[in-house]
C-alpha cells in the first residue's frame, strides 16, 4: 500500500479532507492514528484521554509499523496526522516513506474557530512541527506540496486535481462530495470536534467576512502568524510568484538587511505598518558606494544625513558611531567589499497611533541600512538620454531640498515622463523655467572650456556634485554655479550628470 500523510494544524479542513479522499475507490483512511501515542507521552488533556488511550494503540512504534505501514487492501492509505502529534522518538520511516502533504490555515482563523473544549497552545497549533516536517523534507530532496484551507474550499477541484498530480494518482470527481453525518473512521474524538464536518457533504467556501478574532488570543496569534507566512511562502503558487520578477542583480535575492537594530533576510527585513516613513513619507535618507573595501565620501554623507534628521526635527536620533556601526556590520555580513550600494535611511520611526504629529513618535527613530550588488545604474560609456519634464522641482518656499528627505513623489512624477518617453531620466526646471537637476542626479554642462551647474536652491547639492566641483577647482578649469536656462543645455558642447547611485553618465 503506498502511504499519503496529511500533516495540518487543527481546524484547517483536514477532516474534510480526510472525507474526500475516502471517497476514492482505491483509498482507505486513517483518522489520526498518532493521537493515542500523543495523549500518552504528553501532558496534554482532553476530555476523552482515558478511553482513547485505552482503545487506541498508543505506543507511537506499533502505530508507524503494525498499523499505518501494514499490508492494505487498497492501492493507498490516507492518514490524516495534527502536526503536533509528530513527536521526538517516533520511527524515521514515519517521515522517510510514503507520500506528505501539508495543510495550513491562517491562525487569525484557526484561533477564531477553538472552541472552549480545550484552551490552545503554540504546541497545539502546530505551525512548528510543520516548519520542521517541511525542512526535513526538503533537506531529503522531496518537499511536500503545501495547500492552504482557504484556496481548497474557494477551489476544491482545482485544488484537489494539482495535489492529486503533485502525488502522481489520478483524480477522481468523487472526491469533491460525500454523505452527511458520522462515518465509520472517525476518530473517537468526534463528537467533540466533527459537529461541522457531520453537517457537510462537500468543502464549503469560506465566508465572505469572519468572526471577531477573540483578543485573548492575540499573544499566540504573534507567535503565530511568522510561522504560517513562511509556510505559506512555499506554497507553489506563491514560490511560483516569487520567482516571476527578475531581479535586475539576481544575487541580491539573498540579502541581509539592518531593521531598527538587527539583521535580518531579505524577505523578512520590514517596518511597521505605525512607522513614519509609511505614515507619511517622514524619512531621511543616503545613498552609498563601495569601492575596494571603503565607502566614498561616508563622512560627507553623514554629516548631511544628520543635517536633514535635525533640520526634520528628529528626536531619539542614534549616534553617529551606531549609525557606522550598522553599515558596516551590514557590509560585512553581506560580504560586500566592492561594487555594492547603500540604501541608508532614518525614519521618524514608530508611532503610538496613526497620524501626522511627530508628537506620536515615541520610539525613537529607525534605521534601514538596504546594501545591494549594484553596479552604476546608467550605461556611462555609450551615455543617457533625458527629456525636459512638465514637473517643476520643489521650491524652498514649499519643501527645502537641501533636506534629503524621503517625500520622493515630485521626483518620481517627473520619473514618469522620462519613462514615457523611453529616457533614461528627466531634467526638471525650477518655478521659473531654469534647469535645476534631473530627477535623480545633478547636472553640468561644459561650454567652450566653461564648466557650470545651477544652483543648489531647488535641488539637492550632491555629495558627487561636489566632488566634482572641487576637481574642477583642482584642475583650474573656469566653473560657474549660476541660473542656466533650457536652451544653454540644447546648445552646451557636453553634458553629463552626477550622483552615488549612477555615477558620472556623458548625456
Excluded at 87 to 96: C, F, N, V, W
Excluded at 239 to 258: G, Y
Amino acid at each position: 500500500v503506498q502511504v499519503i500523510h496529511l500533516w495540518s494544524t487543527p481546524r484547517s479542513t483536514s477532516t474534510s479532507l480526510l472525507y474526500s479522499f475516502a471517497q476514492r475507490d482505491d483509498t482507505e483512511v486513517l483518522d489520526e492514528p498518532l493521537y493515542a501515542h500523543y495523549l500518552r507521552v504528553t501532558s496534554a488533556q482532553r476530555p476523552y484521554k482515558d478511553e482513547l488511550v485505552s482503545k487506541m494503540e498508543s505506543d507511537g512504534t506499533k502505530v508507524v509499523n503494525e498499523i499505518i505501514y501494514s499490508p492494505g487492501l487498497k492501492k493507498y492509505r490516507f492518514c490524516k496526522h495534527i502536526a503536533s502529534q509528530y513527536l521526538p522518538g517516533l520511527p524515521d520511516e514515519l517521515i522517510t516513506r510514503g507520500k506528505h502533504i501539508i495543510l495550513i490555515r491562517n491562525p487569525l482563523d484557526v484561533l477564531s474557530s477553538y472552541e472552549k473544549i480545550v484552551p490552545p497552545s503554540i504546541t497545539d497549533l502546530a505551525y512548528n512541527n510543520l516548519i520542521c516536517i517541511y525542512s526535513q523534507l526538503s533537506l531529503e530532496g522531496t518537499p511536500p506540496p503545501v495547500i492552504d484551507s482557504d484556496l481548497l474550499r474557494e477551489d476544491p477541484e482545482g485544488t484537489l486535481r494539482d495535489l492529486c498530480n503533485d502525488l502522481c494518482l489520478p483524480f477522481q470527481d468523487a472526491m469533491l462530495n460525500w454523505e452527511p453525518g458520522p462515518k465509520q473512521f472517525d476518530g473517537l474524538w468526534a463528537p467533540y470536534w466533527y459537529k461541522g464536518s457531520h453537517k457537510s457533504t462537500c468543502f464549503v467556501s469560506p465566508r465572505k467576512y469572519p468572526s471577531p478574532f477573540p483578543l485573548s488570543l492575540y499573544g499566540l496569534l504573534e507567535h503565530a502568524v511568522p510561522l504560517y507566512n513562511l509556510l505559506k511562502s512555499r506554497m507553489k503558487q506563491n514560490v511560483a510568484k516569487s520567482l516571476c520578477p527578475n531581479l535586475p542583480v539576481p544575487a541580491n535575492e539573498k540579502l541581509l538587511v539592518w531593521v531598527g537594530d538587527e539583521i535580518l533576510p531579505r524577505e523578512n527585513a520590514k517596518v511597521s505598518v505605525l512607522d513614519s516613513v509609511v505614515q507619511g513619507g517622514d524619512a531621511v535618507w543616503e545613498g552609498l558606494r563601495v569601492y575596494k573595501g571603503k565607502i566614498f565620501k561616508l563622512e560627507e554623507h553623514l554629516d548631511r544625513l544628520f543635517d536633514s534628521a535635525k533640520a526634520l526635527a528628529f528626536i531619539d536620533v542614534p549616534s553617529r558611531e551606531q549609525v557606522k556601526e550598522a553599515i558596516f556590520k551590514t557590509l560585512i555580513r553581506n560580504g560586500m567589499f566592492d561594487n555594492a550600494h547603500i540604501r541608508l535611511t532614518l525614519t521618524r520611526g514608530r508611532k503610538v497611533t496613526s497620524g501626522m504629529s511627530p508628537a506620536f513618535n515615541r520610539y525613537g527613530c529607525t534605521l534601514i541600512v538596504l546594501a545591494e550588488w549594484k553596479p552604476p545604474v546608467y550605461d556611462n560609456e555609450k551615455g543617457i538620454t533625458l527629456v525636459t519634464a512638465s514637473t517643476r522641482r520643489n521650491s524652498p518656499n514649499n519643501l527645502d531640498s537641501k533636506i534629503h528627505h524621503n517625500n520622493l513623489l515630485n521626483n518620481i512624477l517627473a520619473k514618469i515622463e522620462g519613462n514615457n518617453s523611453n529616457a533614461d531620466d528627466a531634467i526638471m526646471l525650477d518655478k521659473d523655467g531654469y534647469v535645476s537637476e534631473t530627477n535623480a542626479t545633478n547636472i553640468f554642462l561644459v561650454k567652450k572650456g566653461q564648466v557650470a551647474t545651477p544652483h543648489a536652491d531647488y535641488c539637492l547639492p550632491g555629495i558627487t556634485r561636489a566632488t566634482v566641483m572641487e576637481l574642477v577647482a583642482k584642475e583650474e578649469m573656469s566653473l560657474s554655479e549660476r541660473r542656466i536656462s533650457l536652451s544653454e543645455f540644447h546648445t552646451a558642447d557636453e553634458v553629463f550628470t552626477t550622483g552615488t547611485m549612477g555615477e558620472l553618465s556623458p548625456v
